[in-house]
């Protein structure tokens, strides 16, 4: 019945599975949606929908599909005075209901657009007409499992027009980030190792070596689990970067505020990285590149936040360093190698978009670091990256 929503949820790239699409299906026949399209919107998007960031896709989707198939806006006010109060409320049988059920969805659109148009007065408990208390698919508080809701509690601000408002727009993965959306990213980064003395019970453990041991109790004892990720983020400041001083702002709080990593460090540069590495956005309290390289281990996972784009001199050139206190004796893409080199597990976070790409020195900083988007889904891709390199 629903097949084109299938359709039109992959258009706008939801990812539905067949598994999730038939289990919709199943909560449908058992009637959990109540014939009311605002509990089939909710209960969709609560089967279909894997990620908060896909919720404003599925709203679009939604809207495209249902737009016009709500009660229609020229429903007269009289009509609605009439299903102000329901008189009684009548049983419908087991075979009216599975009369009822043949009904699809087309054809009760076309009745109740005739009922609409014929109905003359108010009804109560009867079964044709637009009324309350009664089995006609049409009105509320009656016994129909599959008609429209008209009036009564459960009406309201439709379906569609829920979709239409777009709430969750913020939670889409292509728009820059937020800070919680961050925190959320940066904890896909946690591996959780076991270290330190044996405190903890190991209840399989137990219960395996016990049954070994002949019912004679025997307690296997484990160390925590604990994340064991070093985290070092460089972020670009200044000049071009100014427009993304606010969103760095965020991630650098993001990370700064997470309580799951063994450690965490933090450097500022300019375009490039040269000999030296800044512990304040100023640029003023420098620390030597090659210290840096020596003091910190091979395993720490390295974010880059910068828009890669600068005079080619800068990069490749000695002494290129737009900063004139600079003096950079070895090019800057030498220093990126070695950071790359060093650490391993590098990702370069662009806030420009690829169609920005072009500039040769993105082009180089992109041989030399795997490099994405700083969205959601681009912070998403280069943490799974930094992850499947441990």
């Not at 992959?10 to 399209?37: C, D, I, N, P």
């Not at 009804?123 to 006609?136: A, D, E, L, Y």
Request: glycine share 6%; with cysteine; net charge negative.
């Amino acid at each position: 019945m629903f097949a084109s929503f299938f359709y039109t949820l992959r258009k706008h790239k939801v990812s539905v599975s067949l598994m999730e699409w038939m289990t919709l299906m199943e909560a449908l026949s058992k009637g959990y949606a109540f014939s009311s399209l605002t509990n089939f919107y909710y209960l969709a998007r609560a089967i279909l929908v894997k990620s908060e960031t896909h919720y404003d896709q599925y709203d679009v989707a939604f809207k495209e599909y249902f737009h016009g198939i709500e009660t229609p806006e020229e429903i007269a006010n009289q009509i609605l005075d009439w299903l102000q109060e329901p008189i009684r409320r009548l049983e419908i049988s087991p075979e009216e209901i599975a009369q009822l059920e043949k009904m699809n969805w087309e054809e009760l659109m076309k009745t109740f657009e005739e009922r609409l148009r014929e109905q003359k007065e108010r009804h109560n408990g009867g079964s044709r007409w637009i009324g309350t208390g009664g089995t006609s698919p049409f009105g509320h508080s009656g016994r129909n499992p599959a008609g429209i809701r008209i009036g009564g509690s459960a009406w309201g601000r439709s379906a569609v027009q829920v979709a239409a408002e777009r709430h969750f727009q913020n939670y889409r993965s292509d728009v820059v980030l937020d800070i919680r959306q961050m925190q959320l990213a940066l904890k896909e980064l946690r591996q959780l190792s076991r270290v330190g003395p044996k405190e903890e019970l190991n209840l399989r453990g137990t219960i395996d070596a016990t049954c070994k041991n002949a019912g004679e109790l025997e307690f296997i004892w484990e160390a925590q689990r604990k994340n064991n990720v070093k985290l070092l983020l460089l972020m670009d400041v200044g000049g071009s970067m100014d427009p993304y001083a606010h969103l760095c702002s965020l991630l650098f709080s993001a990370a700064n505020s997470a309580t799951h990593f063994k450690d965490f460090k933090y450097f500022y540069f300019h375009n490039c990285i040269y000999g030296h590495l800044y512990t304040d956005i100023e640029l003023r309290e420098a620390q030597s590149t090659n210290q840096v390289l020596k003091t910190m281990d091979h395993d720490y996972k390295v974010i880059l936040v910068g828009d890669a784009t600068m005079s080619p001199t800068e990069l490749t050139m000695v002494n290129g360093a737009i900063d004139y206190w600079e003096m950079n004796e070895t090019p800057g893409i030498v220093w990126l190698k070695r950071i790359a080199d060093h650490f391993k597990r590098c990702t370069w976070l662009n806030p420009e978009p690829p169609r920005n790409w072009i500039h040769p020195t993105v082009q180089m900083i992109g041989r030399l670091f795997p490099m994405y988007e700083l969205t959601l889904e681009g912070l998403d891709q280069g943490i799974k990256k930094l992850v499947a390199a441990s």
